[in-house]
């Protein structure tokens, strides 16, 4: 009787096991077809990924030196300006010393013509002495 357990027991071990090993060797099968896709798919995919980094290192390298270039035009574009400010300073500083030059000889051509003396005028002390006689002369006159 133990001899009929066991071979019943074997048997329904077996019909249970059955289903179990068809679907055993149904993932098998998929698994099979998930790696041939892999091995066909992934080096590609990992190819495309290399190239775009690549492409990003270089596009990145692109940016990097646009950035440098663009730093290096704004020095010389800040460089012009202090120039230009140091020459509109020069330019004002000029032009007024031209406007206080021009007044000065405005002044100097329109101011009245003094008389200047001469060595056969007489001298200061002189004049005054003439002027003095000659009130005299004319207060004797007058008088």
């Known amino acids: 009787m133990s001899l ?7 048997t329904a071990v077996l019909v249970a096991a059955i289903p179990t090993l068809q679907e055993l060797a149904h993932a098998a099968r998929s698994a ?3 790696f041939d896709t892999l091995s066909r ?3 590609s995919t990992l190819q495309a990924i290399r190239n775009t980094s690549l492409e990003l290192t270089d596009l990145s390298d692109d940016v990097s030196e646009g950035v440098r270039s663009a730093s290096q035009v704004v020095r010389q574009v800040d460089q012009s300006l202090d120039i230009a400010k140091k020459q509109a300073e020069d330019i004002q500083i000029s032009t007024r010393s031209l406007v206080v030059g021009f007044k000065a000889a405005w002044k100097t051509f329109t101011r009245p013509t003094t008389v200047k003396r001469t ?3 007489l001298t200061m002390s002189s004049q005054t002495e ?10 004797k006159e007058d008088g």
Request: glycine share 0%; aromatic share 4%; proline share 4%.
């Open 130 to 139: 003439l002027t003095f006689s000659e009130s005299k002369i004319l207060r």
């Open 41 to 43: 798919e992934l080096p």
């Open 4 to 10: 009929m357990l066991v071979a019943a027991s074997l």
């Open 119 to 121: 060595n056969d005028q």
């Open 32 to 34: 099979e077809k998930l």
